[in-house]
């Protein structure tokens, strides 16, 4: 690797490195993320679109990245949900503002397994645990004493803090990408991109103006 003024070969911050392989230097730039954001590194907006191909994006957190793609959970019966279940494709956008950084990702999704969703739901706080049974997600709530009596009817129901199941109607997806785009932050707004797109089984990486 050229590291000559801080540049890799590509003329690009070293910070992008050498890698072929776009799911190493993820975790690399996260691993950096949680080293320095304050709040939720693994925070991302989630954009998905319905029948009417009418967009829809909204705050969710990563739980999961493996080769296999990027995993998060949810509702089932979720907008976001309903939304993957017609339209399988999907993008995120993670901003680390702490270090300037931003990745991109776009693919098409499909459903943890039981026993992924299983683990991870055992690994969640009670509270957690109840909230998925006292929501029904994006449905409309009348009023909020409504969803309070339904979390303290499931405390009551499931008092012991390890013996709370998994609804049936709350998993993960997980986002299987073909194209991830890593962006750092220049001063007069002469940013740097590295996009990778799957072509096959192989990524191909080029720079992108900003």
């Known amino acids: 690797m050229n ?11 070293k910070c992008f490195e050498e890698l072929d392989n776009p ?9 950096k993320a949680q080293e320095n954001e304050i709040n939720d590194p693994n925070a991302l907006a989630l954009a998905t679109s319905n029948k009417q191909n009418q967009p829809s994006v909204r705050m969710v957190l990563l739980k999961g990245i493996s080769e296999k793609g990027f995993v998060f ?3 089932l019966n979720s907008k976001k949900s309903s939304d993957l279940n017609i339209n399988k494709k999907a993008s995120m956008c993670f901003h680390w503002k702490s270090i300037r950084r931003q990745v991109r990702v776009s693919g098409i999704v499909e459903k943890v397994s039981d026993r992924e969703a299983d683990e991870y739901y055992e690994s969640r706080p009670y509270k957690n ?3 998925a049974w006292a929501s029904s997600q994006s449905e409309i709530l009348e009023k909020r004493e409504n969803f309070l009596k339904n979390v303290k009817d499931f405390e009551n129901k ?3 803090q390890g013996k709370v199941p998994r609804p ?43």
């Open 3 to 13: 590291q000559k003024n801080g540049k890799n070969s590509l003329g690009i911050d």
């Open 23 to 31: 799911i190493e230097l993820f975790k690399k730039w996260f691993a």
């Open 73 to 75: 959970y949810t509702n």
């Open 129 to 131: 645990k109840i909230g």
């Open 158 to 160: 499931y008092p012991s």
């Open 168 to 210: 049936d109607y709350w998993s993960g997806w997980r986002l299987i990408p073909n194209q991830i785009e890593f962006w750092l932050d220049g001063e007069g707004r002469i940013h740097e991109r590295l996009n990778y797109v799957k072509k096959d089984n192989s990524w191909n990486k080029n720079l992108l103006y900003p």
